[in-house]
């Protein structure tokens, strides 16, 4: 475990140099240097690239400091917590999945996931009974929530890699939920907090605004 955070807080401050050095080269761009190196195919499964997002976030894309960054666990929870970043990456056990995110715009991306499961994280802070939602914050404001029967069942991760490299903040360093079989409205990015609540009928930003609450494809 320890290996594995040292291994991961490396990557990341790779991950923001090479962001920092791309940014000073005219013409060049973190993306087109994880481009190079992603993975493209995985168990015979052709994967989309880091390049094939399209640019929707309601602010533009966040950059945190990744040595101050705190995910709390919160609200319906017998022991509210407060990770650092390695406490996620490097004391959780990762998954890797190969999903297809759908926006609503009408494209989509399949990627290969690694994360942590939201599950793990919630059962360390204990929700308490009467919980049966769970809300995500982001960086930018941005707020979405999602069934804990879903989160739990379908295993959901909270992913700080895509094909093979830590994400970029372009697509929701540290973090990004990966909400299989939903729409790209409910993938959240740059997850600061997670809060269990009984609130089942909460809206989001863009579920305030029509969108489906559910979020089903």
């Not at 990966?178 to 009984?198: F, M, N, P």
Request: with cysteine; aromatic share 10%.
């Amino acid at each position: 475990m320890v290996r594995k955070a040292i291994a991961l807080g490396i990557l990341f401050a790779a991950a923001v140099a090479v962001a920092g050095a791309c940014l000073a080269r005219e013409g060049s761009s973190n993306l087109e240097d994880l481009a190079a190196v992603e993975i493209r195919e995985y168990e015979g499964e052709e994967l989309s690239s880091v390049t094939d997002f399209r640019e929707n976030s309601v602010k533009g894309a966040q950059r945190i400091d990744l040595e101050s960054y705190r995910l709390k666990i919160d609200g319906l929870v017998e022991n509210p917590l407060e990770y650092a970043l390695g406490e996620v990456t490097g004391n959780h056990q990762s998954h890797q999945k190969v999903v297809t995110l759908y926006c609503v715009e009408g494209w989509c991306v399949k990627m290969l996931w690694e994360g942590v499961l939201v599950k793990d994280l919630i059962e360390e802070a204990k929700a308490s009974p009467e919980a049966n939602t769970v809300i995500f914050y982001a960086q930018d404001g941005y707020t979405t929530s999602l069934p804990l029967d879903y989160i739990v069942g379908k295993s959901v991760l909270l992913a700080y890699e895509m094909n093979g490299v830590v994400l970029p903040p372009e697509r929701g360093a540290p973090f990004q939920l990966v909400a299989e079989s939903k729409w790209g409205y409910k993938w959240i990015k740059w997850v600061t907090r997670i809060e269990l609540s009984d609130d089942a009928d909460y809206q989001g930003y863009w579920e305030s605004r029509g969108f489906s609450n559910d979020g089903d494809l």
